[in-house]
């Protein structure tokens, strides 16, 4: 399967064969006969991709503040790697598209093989020659569709939410200024409504395009002298009821000269990519103008719930969703009430789809809509693609299944080559990532199926995914005879630990979470000066606050932070005092989205040890994150972030600061590879694992249960 992909740091532009996408739950997978190229976004993250490295600084000066700050608190290998990882990556291109169904999720039951459909969604819907794609980013389209047109769907549903913003009654009038894509198809809709549309834009080619096609009643380049007199006339001098701003620029123009052209207590709607920072006189204020946001595709977008899990909402709350809108510019087209076909004015066939890309960036001649073809004809197959011609396999043969940010920057730099230890394959969730990951880390191939990561080949699996796969694949790789490393938490569900436990043992294979903060080098001094034995822990984490709509504080993906992420620090107190967690209390600050991200946690470990875990989310941003105390048989050990150790005892106090944060993933990743090379077993004990899992489950319950005492 092709896919257009660019390279962010060196602009890079190529087809290449991708591994075929999954059709996973609530989607449904589709070949393409044709997608569209927005010159707008999409021009502009190609321009960005060709730029220097200064020039690229320069536009987002907000990611280079974070590559300071990680600079600041990881140190250059990491803040290197993270960088590294973005500029190499393989990005897809494209966000609106149409084809016909050729797999679907075994829970849907809207689609089916051989529907007709249009498609939405950056990373989803992309210039590839086959795509997956959620159910509530696809509408089914009449069977004598024309695809072409279809392929619009993305940027009608953008232009009909902005639309909808404007709220325009019939026989009103709206200017819209810019008439790109999004301009003329919003002004088409509006026609369509019947209401008065009055076409701005810098170009004269776009004018007479809109004009011709009868798209506006009039229409005018901004600088044509008297525009605003010649508003007020064509309003009868009422002015504007709306301004839709489709204009994409840095300058305050549009703004400011949609208030001097609108009517009084008129409206703004803000579809394109532009400053909103109006001047208060002489117009907005005293027009008491209405400046309102237009948001994407409308509402759902950027909803978890909606995107993801196909969860709609319910129509007599929320009558137009992203969804409901690209019906309905998709019932526009079938029925005739806009056509849009004036404006693709070039085609290019899937291959030539970097000369396309061209076109945008150098302007070489007028353009509108960019449709690129798909040969439909094509035979397609899910065969895994060899990124490397080495096939031996060694004792310990690796592969992955998940490898976003974390296990590029923190995994996989740390898997030792040699002999012994072989690179098998990679599976990620979407093709780009796992073949890149392949070419860049010398895996053997990289997968489309888990039957290619699950076969003889590999011995040891590795498991990055969000949290709520981690049962399931750990249940997977030990069912398949495999070693199995994954990420914290080991999975989010109590019955699937029991599941695990019984699979472990009938498979007699290693077990590893990856708790890294107990192989960090300063946790080593503290464990081989304190010992094993009772000892008091403190272990405070000024985590802050994440946004209740990511994946991670979903209960069903994420598993909240509690078991996503304070399962780490249950560990590292069981790893300090060398015993087991025996009774858990814990309570929660009351939020109102039972976030339980602020927490108080009190753990009592079998050999009478005490630890008190602080999680916090309401904290400043300023303060480090991490900080231990352990006391025990009069010495008293502080660790500050994993980068810098305190011991206090008798005679002069130990003290080490590290140049660089260290909380152990190296060292991790290592002792696992070669504890399986030597004995044949993980680092960390399957018991501990175990009893860090069940603790994290009952620091829920203790929450639940208003702070009681739960036995582990």
């Known amino acids: 399967m092709q896919q257009l992909t660019q390279k962010l740091g060196s602009g890079q532009m190529v087809i290449q064969e991708i ?5 996973g739950k609530g989607m449904i997978v589709v070949k393409n006969h044709y997608s569209i190229i927005s010159a707008g976004t999409e021009g502009s993250t190609v321009q960005a991709a060709r730029k220097s490295l200064i020039g690229k600084a320069k536009e987002r000066p907000q990611q280079v503040k974070q590559v300071i700050d990680t600079l600041k608190k990881q140190g250059p290998v990491q803040t290197y790697r993270a960088v590294m990882k973005k500029l190499d990556a393989y990005s897809p291109l494209g966000y609106s598209c149409a084809g016909e169904v050729i797999e679907v999720g075994d829970d849907v039951t809207e689609f089916q093989i051989g529907d007709k459909v249009a498609c939405a969604g950056a990373g989803y819907a992309n210039h590839a020659e086959i795509v997956s794609v959620p159910i509530n980013l696809c509408v089914k389209l009449d069977e004598d569709s024309s695809l072409k047109d279809a392929a619009y769907n993305t940027l009608g549903a953008i232009s009909m939410q902005g639309v909808r913003q404007a709220d325009m009654r019939l026989g009103e009038t709206c200017v819209i200024i810019g008439l790109g894509l999004l301009g003329q198809l919003a002004a088409l809709i509006l026609k369509a409504s019947g209401v008065n549309v009055i076409g701005i834009d810098v170009s004269e080619n776009a004018i007479n395009q809109a004009v011709e096609n009868n798209v506006v009643d009039f229409g005018w380049t901004r600088n044509t002298p008297g525009i605003e007199e010649k508003i007020n006339t064509a309003t009868k001098g009422v002015g504007a009821d709306a301004i839709i701003i489709a204009a994409a620029t840095s300058s305050t123009d549009p703004i400011n000269f949609a208030g001097s052209i609108a009517r009084k207590k008129g409206k703004v709607v803000i579809l394109g990519a532009v400053p909103t920072g109006f001047d208060r006189d002489p117009y907005w ?39 409901r809108n690209m019906q309905a510019f998709q019932e526009l087209l079938s029925k005739n009430r806009i056509d849009i076909g004036y404006l693709t004015t070039h085609e290019f066939a899937f291959d030539d789809a970097p000369k396309a890309f061209d076109l945008v960036v150098n302007r070489t001649e007028p353009f509108t809509g960019i449709a690129l073809k798909y040969n439909i004809d094509k035979a397609q197959n899910k065969e895994a693609i060899t990124t490397s011609e080495d096939t031996k396999l060694g004792k310990i043969n690796v592969s992955f299944i998940g490898a976003g940010s974390y296990a590029q920057g923190n995994l996989l730099p740390n898997i030792p080559e040699s002999d012994e230890v072989k690179r098998i394959g990679v599976l990620t969730n979407t093709g780009t990532t796992s073949k890149r990951v392949a070419e860049k880390f010398k895996f053997q191939f990289c997968a489309t199926q888990e039957a290619d990561i699950l076969s003889d080949k590999t011995n040891t699996l590795f498991i990055a995914t969000r949290h709520d796969s981690h049962g399931e694949y750990v249940l997977k790789g030990l069912e398949s005879n495999k070693h199995v490393f994954v990420e914290k938490p080991l999975c989010l569900l109590e019955s699937e630990l029991e599941d695990i436990i019984k699979a472990q043992k009938t498979s ?11 192989f960090s080098p300063l946790t080593k001094k503290i464990k081989s000066t304190l010992g094993d034995g009772p000892m008091s822990m403190i272990y405070r984490i000024n985590a802050g606050a994440i946004p209740r709509d990511t994946w991670i504080q979903d209960m069903e993906i994420g598993g909240g ?7 780490h620090f249950i560990d590292y107190l069981t790893y300090l005092n060398g015993s087991l967690p025996m009774k858990v209390s814990a309570n929660a600050l009351p939020d109102p989205h039972g976030l339980n991200d602020t927490v108080n946690i009190l753990i009592q470990f079998e050999n009478g040890s005490t630890g008190t875990i602080g999680y916090y989310a309401n904290g400043s941003k300023s303060l480090a994150k991490e900080y231990v105390e352990v006391y025990a048989s009069g010495t008293t050990a502080i660790l500050s972030d994993f980068k810098e150790l305190k011991i206090y005892g008798k005679g002069k106090p130990f003290k080490k600061k590290l140049i660089n944060q260290n909380k152990g993933q190296k060292e991790m990743v ?3 590879i070669n504890g399986l090379l030597n004995e044949a077993k993980a680092p960390i004990s399957f018991e501990d694992i175990v009893a860090v899992a069940k603790a994290s489950f009952k620091v829920l319950e203790s929450i639940t249960e208003g702070g009681q005492q739960i036995d582990v």
């Open 19 to 23: 591994p075929y996408p999954q059709v």
């Open 508 to 518: 007699g294979k290693s077990v590893m979470v990856g708790f890294n903060r107990r």
């Open 561 to 567: 932070r509690i078991l996503g992420e304070v399962c």
């Open 285 to 323: 204020y005293r027009k008491e103008l209405e400046l309102k946001m237009a948001c994407s595709y409308g509402p759902g977008r950027y909803d978890l719930n909606y995107e993801e899990k196909g969860i709609d909402y319910p129509v007599a709350y929320v009558r137009w969703t992203e969804k």
């Open 670 to 672: 290592e002792s696992f």
